[in-house]
């Protein structure tokens, strides 16, 4: 099968961000060797139980801060998979890092092995916000990064920014926009800040400590980095995705948006096969306890999981038209969705497809053979989506 992507998730951080709701830990950094065996373990399971030989053309360790391994831990874990499954010549191998916990000689090797892309958490240019949002780092921590992996080999780099944080002006965001344009990345990923439950920024906020910028600010924050990305010609294919070049998009995050198979590895991890979707255990040691039990899992499942759910027809129709509609270049394309459910999606979603045409919200295009969001449509995309999720299922509608 073609078009496989695994997903490892390295949930080990140095410190845990005030913002973040993540299933990631500090001060655990003493299970990581054992924490990286329950990975080879879990690959190994899955794929032991396997009904066919799989090909992978997307690897992608998240996090946490997967680049507080070393690298004979991404040896093993790579070997693991290669020794398994065939790994595509042209893979895409992503790495996320915070920029204060890599070196010269870790980038160097981290090319060496196999990666070949990297995605750096800058977050803002401001020494203020990155306070606000507990981040480590500063600007001379990003640029030295970068030139590592210049220097290394690497020609695609994420910098992941975040706007609407609290007390950001929109002259302050503009800055860190046009700081971040000029380190010459090739890709950008662009998120307005959310206050999670539990988090100690949304406690801030609550008890009146900080104050978020108020709605009309934060679209307007949005409309600026569309603006200036476009006018540094990077073009944005999902809502908040931007890139220099066509090879430059992230080819593991297309995976999910198109409604497209990935295995999750590690503790907390989400999987997605055929129909269904699976989640591990959260917690480390409890990850690394199941995998050292006797095998009783069986593909796509492994006995780390915690949640199996099987999704009928009409359940992965709307997750599909809502992931697919997040890309804003290529849409939903209709036929593809007829091929896929025997279904033509006009006779399910009719009165929505075509109130929110009519709210200028959604477009046709391509003769009337794809749907996407409008530019309007980008600011106002999770109400877009609601309308396709949580939808009684129609009367003469096979499960």
């Known amino acids: 099968m073609e078009n496989l992507s695994l997903y490892f998730h390295i949930p080990f951080c140095r410190r845990r ?130 030139q590592w992996c210049r220097r290394a080999g690497f020609k695609h780099v994420n910098l992941d920014l975040i706007f609407g944080i609290p007390g950001q002006s929109l002259k302050s965001w503009e800055r860190t926009l046009k700081t971040a344009l000029g380190l010459g990345v090739d890709h950008f990923s662009i998120y307005s800040l959310i206050l999670e439950e539990g988090t100690r920024l949304k406690d801030w906020v609550d008890r009146g400590l900080l104050v978020s910028p108020d709605e009309d600010l934060v679209a307007d924050m949005y409309a600026l980095a569309i603006e200036l990305m476009e006018n540094s010609r990077y073009t944005q294919y999902e809502i908040s995705n931007f890139t220099r070049e066509v090879e430059s998009v992230s080819r593991h995050n297309l995976q999910y948006w198109r409604y497209l198979p990935y295995l999750g590895f590690g503790a907390g991890a989400h999987g997605f096969f055929g129909n269904t979707r699976t989640e591990n255990v959260g917690l480390i040691p409890k990850y690394i306890n199941r995998l050292q039990q006797d095998s009783v899992g069986g593909f796509p499942v492994s006995q780390a999981a915690k949640q199996v759910n099987h999704l009928n027809r009409w359940e992965q129709i709307q997750e599909n038209l809502m992931v697919s509609l997040r890309l804003t270049q290529e849409g939903v394309s209709m036929r593809e969705m007829n091929e896929r459910y025997q279904v033509k999606l006009i006779n399910l979603f009719g009165p929505q497809i075509n109130r929110l045409v009519r709210l200028g919200l959604l477009e046709y295009f391509e003769n009337g053979e794809r749907l996407r969001l409008t530019r309007n449509g980008r600011f106002l995309g999770n109400q877009v989506f609601l309308e396709f999720i949580d939808n009684p299922v129609p009367g003469n509608f096979a499960l």
């Open 17 to 146: 961000c005030g913002y973040c709701d993540f299933n990631t830990f500090a001060g655990m950094n003493q299970y990581i060797p054992d924490y990286v065996n329950a990975l080879c373990k879990e690959v190994d399971e899955i794929f032991n139980s396997a009904p066919e030989q799989f090909s992978v053309h997307t690897i992608y360790f998240g996090g946490g801060t997967p680049s507080l391994l070393r690298t004979d831990h991404f040896e093993q874990i790579l070997e693991t998979v290669k020794s398994k499954i065939n790994i595509s010549d042209d893979a895409e191998l992503t790495l996320e890092a915070n920029p204060e916990t890599v070196t010269e000689k870790s980038i160097a090797e981290l090319f060496d092995i196999g990666f070949n892309r990297i995605s750096f958490g800058m977050q803002s240019a401001s020494k203020r916000d990155l306070k606000i949002l507990d981040r480590q780092h500063d600007s001379d921590s990003i640029v030295n990064a970068l």
